[in-house]
C-alpha cells in the first residue's frame, strides 16, 4: 500500500515546490462509460496420486456502466499537466459469470496519478495522457474488497469555452495487473481463486476543467 501511495506524495510534494509555486491548478468532475473486463476462477483439484493443480470453473465479468470521477493537478509549461485521478463505476457481475458471484453488486475504483502532453491547436488542444496507481474492486457482499496496481493509457481532445474554462473528451484503456486471489469469490478457507495476468477496462469521459 505504501508504494501504491508514493507517487501520491510526489504529485504534493511538486505541487508545493518553489518551482511551481506560480502555476495554474485546476480541477476536473467528469462523467463516462466504463466496458470491459474479465476475471478466470479456478478451483484447487487433487488426483488420485495427491497431485494438486488448478482447473478454470467459471469467469468473473463485470457489468458494462456508467461511472463518474474526479481530477486535481497543476498545468506545466510542455504543455501539459500533472494529476491525481479518481473513479468509481457502480457495476455487478453480469449473467454468465461464476454462479455464486452472479448478479453481486460490485464497485470499480481507480485511484492513479497521471500527467498529459496537449497539442494545442487553437482553442482545441489534443492531447495524449498516462497514469499509474491502483484498482480497487469492492464486492458488497460477503466477500473482500482487492487493491490491485493498475495503469492507465489514453487521448483526448479539450475544448476552451474561456480562459479559465474548457470541457473535454477522452477514452483510456485501464490495465490492471491481477495477482492472485480468493477472497473476490468466496470467505474463510477456500479452493477457489481468481486469477489472471490482467485486466482492461476501457473508459470514455466527458467533463469541465476549471482552472484556478
Known sequence: MKALLAPVGLILSLAASPALAERTYFVAPLYGYTAGGTLDVTEKV???????SREDVGKLKFDDNAHYGL???VETPD??????????????????????TSGIKVDMEYYHVGG???????????YVTASLGATNIKPRSTYSSELFFSLGLGG??????????AIFADYRAMI??????STLVCTGSCV?????????????????????
Open 156 to 165: 483526448g481532445v479539450e475544448y476552451l469555452l474561456m480562459n479559465n474554462l
Open 116 to 126: 498529459s502532453l496537449y497539442f494545442p491547436r487553437g482553442d482545441f488542444r489534443p
Open 192 to 212: 477457489l481463486r481468481v486469477e489472471a495476468d490482467t485486466m482492461i477496462q476501457s473508459q470514455a469521459n466527458i467533463g469541465l476543467r476549471v482552472r484556478f
Open 71 to 73: 481530477m486535481i493537478g
Open 79 to 100: 504543455p501539459g499537466n500533472i494529476y491525481l485521478f479518481y473513479s468509481k463505476q457502480e457495476s455487478e457481475f453480469k449473467e454468465g459469470s461464476f454462479a455464486p
Open 176 to 181: 490492471t495487473a491481477v495477482d492472485n486471489s
Open 46 to 52: 487433487t488426483d488420485e496420486d495427491g497431485n494438486t
